[in-house]
């Protein structure tokens, strides 16, 4: 599946459907590889989804690619790469970092907060006439004057 067609929730909710299968393959059936194998890919591809869904966040910018990128020494994600698929990122052998990459994903988010609460505050006060007056007629001393302040 390429990268950019993946949907989260759905991708997270047959994981889920997976795992319950291939534990109830190990209790139900004699040890076997094959199941052995399903059972390992089955829970490499669930240790996954944190990385997945963090990969997926929006708020990302260039910066943090390159920190998630600098933590990968065999490869790097490449989102913006037709070819880049799930498996992809699976075969970078992500799941050691996963703690470090969702941290930056958070960060990420937590950047686009601050930037957008910014924003707002920029535009609330762009408008804003702040009028002073000099204080008791002394130079380079003013206080605010509440004349004119709507």
């Keep these: 599946m390429l990268w950019n067609e993946i949907n989260d929730e759905e991708i997270k909710k047959n994981a889920e459907h997976y795992s319950k ?9 004699p040890s076997n590889p094959i199941v052995d194998d399903l059972k ?7 240790e996954a989804m944190p990385i997945v869904e963090a990969c997926r966040n929006k708020n990302l910018t ?4 390159d ?23 699976i075969d970078l052998d ?16 937590g950047e686009a907060k601050l930037r957008a609460d910014l924003s707002k505050l920029d535009n609330a006060w762009k408008d804003l006439q702040i009028v002073v007056g000099i204080y008791k007629e002394r130079d380079g001393v003013f206080v605010l004057d509440g004349k004119g302040v709507e």
């Design 21 to 29: 299968i291939a534990n109830r393959l190990l209790r139900s059936l």
């Design 67 to 89: 920190s998630i990128n600098d933590l990968i020494p065999n490869g790097k994600i490449d989102t913006e790469d037709e070819t880049f698929t799930l498996q992809s990122l």
């Design 62 to 65: 260039q910066d943090h690619w």
């Design 40 to 46: 390992y890919l089955v829970d490499t591809f669930k």
């Design 94 to 109: 992500v799941n050691q970092y996963q703690d470090e990459i969702v941290a930056i994903s958070r960060r990420a988010t």
